[in-house]
Each structure stands twice: as C-alpha cells, then as structure tokens.
C-alpha cells in the first residue's frame, strides 16, 4: 500500500531508533485515515463508473478500512524484516489467507455474494496485523518527531510516491473494463487477476522482504554490493521463473479443479498475467537495489514511465476486447522491466544486460520443463490427476535440467533445505547440538 514509503525507509536506514519507528506508526495511521475519508466520499463516483445502481457504495466504504487495518501493521511488518525475521511475517499470512478465504468460501455458501470478497478482504488484514500486534511486542511510543521524520522524509516520500503510482494503476484496468465492458468481462478479469497477484503478491514480498535489509547492510560497499546483487538477480530468477511458469501451465487444471467449468473464459487471461507476473516481480528486485542505496527518487521516475507506458498500452488496446488489454499488460510489463534494469545500470553500475542475462538461462530450463507438464493435458482427462502431475513433472524436469547445468544456485539453495531439515531433525533427536 502507498503508506508503506516510510517503513521500507526504515528497513533501508541502518540504526533506527524508537522514536523513528513510533513516528512512522503514527503518520502511517494518520495517511491512512486521510486515504480512506478521501475514498469514502469517492464511492459513489466509483458506484457510477461501474454502473452498479448504488450497490458498490457500502461494499467499496467497508473495503476501504483495509487501508487504515494494514498500516496498523506496517511497522511490525518492518521492524522483522529489518532483524531478518520473515518467519513470522509468513506465518502471519499464513494465517491471515487461511482465515479469510474460510470465511470468504463460507460467506459466498450463504448467499452473500460480492459482500463475501469484501469481508474475506478486511479480515485478511485485521488477522494478519493481530497475529503481529501479539507475537512481535512491540508497541507505539506516544510520541511523534518531526525531526525523525525529517530525517527519512526523502526516502520515504520517493517510496510512498512511487508506491501510490503502482496501486493506482495496478487497480486501473478493473475500471476501465467496467467503464468499458460488461459486467462478465469485469468479472472474468477480476478472478483471473485476483488468482494470479497472489502468485506474484507473495513471489514479491518473500523476495524483497528479504532482500532489502541484507543490500542495505551492505550499500556502502560496492564490490560486495555488487556480488549480493548478482546472486539475489539469479536466485529470484531460479525461483520465481518456474512457479510462474508452472501456474501458467496448470491454469486450466486449477480453474476446473476450483470452478469446474464456470470461469473457462479467464484461464487464458489468468496465462497472460501469469507470464507478466515474471517481469513485475523481476522489476520489483531490481527496485530493491535502488531503494537499499536511498535513491527513491529514481523509484518515482520508475513508476512515472510505468504510468505512462501502462496508459499507451490501454490507449492502443482497449478497441480489441478484453484479452487484447491484458496482452497489452503484458508488453508493458516487458518495456518496464527492461527500462527498470537500464535504471538499475544507470544508479549502482551493475550493467543492464548482465542482469538480463543471469536470467536468460533459468528462463530456457523453465521453458523445456513446461513442455512436457503441459502436454500432459492430452492423455489424463481428470482434472483432480492432472494438475498433481504437471506439477511433479514439470518441477521434476526443472530441477533435473538444472543440476545436468550444474547450477550453483540449485545446490545452494538444496543444500540450505536439506541441510536445515537434517540440522533441526538431529537437534530434536538430541544427536546434535546448536
């Protein structure tokens, strides 16, 4: 959310103090209750552009709440990922999608329709910040600096910035299909739209979560910036190209799995964001390297170009349908990737077409693994059989493929698995010590 500017500039200072993070919390809240009035008296606007005849406007005002339950949270959120604690952060969420998909599922059995998707939206987040409020401890000062402020308003107001330009547009295609299309159209996209950010949602917040306090640490230091950048560009590749690439080739087995036949429309749209989800979250890391040396206002300009690009694509597309709109979702996510790694070239050095090409070859393995994983299609009928399957032989054909390539990356990350099961299995049978 567009807030969280000023908690990411946290995790990117070096030693925040406690009266640095009290600040962020009550301005955070404070944003966040001016965004929401400000979207209150906007809901009709909205209810007319959709053409839904004054039902949006309560749905939309409940919605909204989310913004002022999520800030609630962000500096917990900030202050583990800044000690490198994202075990609880994930099992936050964890917690918060279990809760609140069973009580979307439950409220959409009882005949409440949208309402479901509403309540489903604002009890993930009113879960996910009381797990935090209880487990992390941490409580607000009654206090508020503005010198604190001061102090981090640069990196923050570039975050914040940045991150209200990409809220604004991620969300602009849904009214520009209402405003444009039928109210099927709409729908189609919003399922297909809502499976796939959550691929990418979580893909992004595992990566940058993670990564930003460990480039930070080392901003002063470019030789090691430089080697933790190289890594982190083709660990994100390892990981995010194939299960992308997986929920590409599996759409039609999860939508019947989950609607049978209901939704077979926004497979092939859920396919084109599944693929743009690559380059969305490949730009987002390597907006991490920008933001762990402080240039938030090379972010800005990202996001500006983003805008603009995004709004040529609609321009061009939205004559042809829906389909052509997301493909060209698509080619504007491929234009700002590629722009977003000339930026990263032009702020820390690293060259843009090294980037691109630590990626070149995950992107050719994970190719050749979907093959096979695909064509499965053609011989087992039972969508239940199906997707199981596609998962093991295009995971299995990936990680063969990838050790035949003696991947460093592939035994890192194996070996830090494995090694972690065996460790904590011999420290629970007492045969081995920390």
Same mark, same amino acid.
């Given at each position: 959310m567009p807030i969280c500017g000023f908690s990411n500039a946290l995790v990117q200072r070096k030693d925040p103090t406690a009266t640095d993070y009290s600040t962020v919390f $009550?301005?955070? &809240?404070?944003?966040?209750?001016?965004?929401?009035?400000v979207l209150w008296f906007a809901a009709p606007l909205i209810d007319s552009i959709f053409h839904a005849d004054g039902r949006l406007v309560p749905m939309s005002r409940v919605m909204f709440l989310t913004f002022i339950v999520n800030a609630t949270a962000l500096v917990q959120t900030n202050r583990l990922i800044k000690q490198m604690n994202v075990k609880m952060v994930a099992v936050s969420n964890?917690?918060?999608?279990?809760?609140?998909?069973?009580?979307?599922?439950?409220?959409?059995?009882?005949?409440?329709?949208?309402?479901?998707?509403?309540?489903?939206? =604002?009890? @993930?987040?009113?879960?996910?910040?009381?797990?935090?409020?209880?487990?992390?401890? $941490?409580?607000? @000062?009654?206090?508020?600096?503005?010198?604190? =402020?001061?102090?981090?308003?640069?990196?923050?107001?570039?975050?914040?910035?940045?991150?209200?330009?990409?809220?604004?547009?991620?969300n602009i295609y849904s009214f520009i299909i209402g405003a444009f299309y039928n109210l099927a159209q709409l729908g189609c996209y919003t399922q297909a739209d809502k499976w796939s950010k959550m691929g990418v949602a979580s893909l992004s917040s595992i990566l940058n979560t993670t990564f930003l306090p460990v480039l930070s640490g080392v901003q002063d230091d470019r030789e090691r910036f430089y080697r933790m950048m190289s890594k982190i560009n083709r660990l994100s590749a390892y990981m995010v190209l194939p299960c992308m690439g997986l929920l590409f080739a599996t759409a039609p087995a999860i939508f019947h799995v989950l609607f049978q036949d209901k939704w077979?429309?926004?497979?092939?749209?859920?396919? @084109?964001?599944?693929?743009?989800?690559?380059?969305?979250?490949?730009?987002?890391?390597?907006?991490?390297?920008?933001?762990?040396?402080?240039?938030?206002?090379?972010?800005?300009?990202?996001?500006?170009?983003?805008?603009?690009?995004?709004?040529?694509?609609?321009a061009v597309t939205v004559p042809y349908g829906i389909k052509w709109l997301v493909v060209g979702q698509l080619v504007a996510g491929v234009v700002c990737y590629v722009y977003n790694a000339v930026l990263v070239y032009k702020v820390t050095g690293y060259h843009w077409a090294l980037l691109i090409n630590e990626i070149m070859l995950f992107? =050719?393995?994970?190719?050749?693994?979907?093959?096979?994983?695909?064509a499965l299609g053609l011989w087992i009928e039972s969508?239940?059989? &199906?997707?199981?399957?596609?998962?093991?032989?295009?995971?299995?054909?990936? @990680?063969?493929?990838?050790? =035949? &390539?003696?991947?460093?990356?592939q035994r890192e990350v194996l070996g830090y698995a494995f090694g972690r099961f065996i460790g904590g299995k011999q420290d629970k049978s007492g045969k081995r010590g920390r």
């Open positions: $009550w301005f955070n &809240l404070g944003v966040s209750v001016a965004i929401y009035m964890v917690i918060g999608l279990v809760v609140s998909g069973a009580l979307g599922i439950w409220l959409a059995l009882d005949g409440y329709g949208a309402w479901a998707i509403v309540w489903q939206s =604002l009890s @993930l987040a009113a879960v996910k910040s009381i797990v935090l409020w209880i487990t992390t401890g $941490w409580r607000p @000062l009654w206090e508020f600096s503005m010198a604190s =402020l001061r102090s981090i308003f640069k990196v923050g107001a570039g975050v914040m910035t940045g991150n209200l330009l990409n809220v604004t547009f991620q077979d429309a926004a497979i092939v749209l859920f396919q @084109l964001l599944a693929v743009r989800g690559v380059f969305t979250i490949m730009s987002s890391v390597y907006s991490t390297y920008i933001l762990a040396i402080g240039n938030a206002k090379q972010l800005v300009h990202s996001e500006v170009v983003k805008c603009v690009v995004i709004a040529i694509a609609i992107a =050719l393995v994970t190719v050749l693994a979907l093959f096979p994983a695909s969508d239940y059989l &199906l997707l199981p399957a596609q998962i093991v032989v295009g995971g299995g054909i990936y @990680l063969a493929l990838n050790a =035949l &390539l003696r991947s460093a990356i």
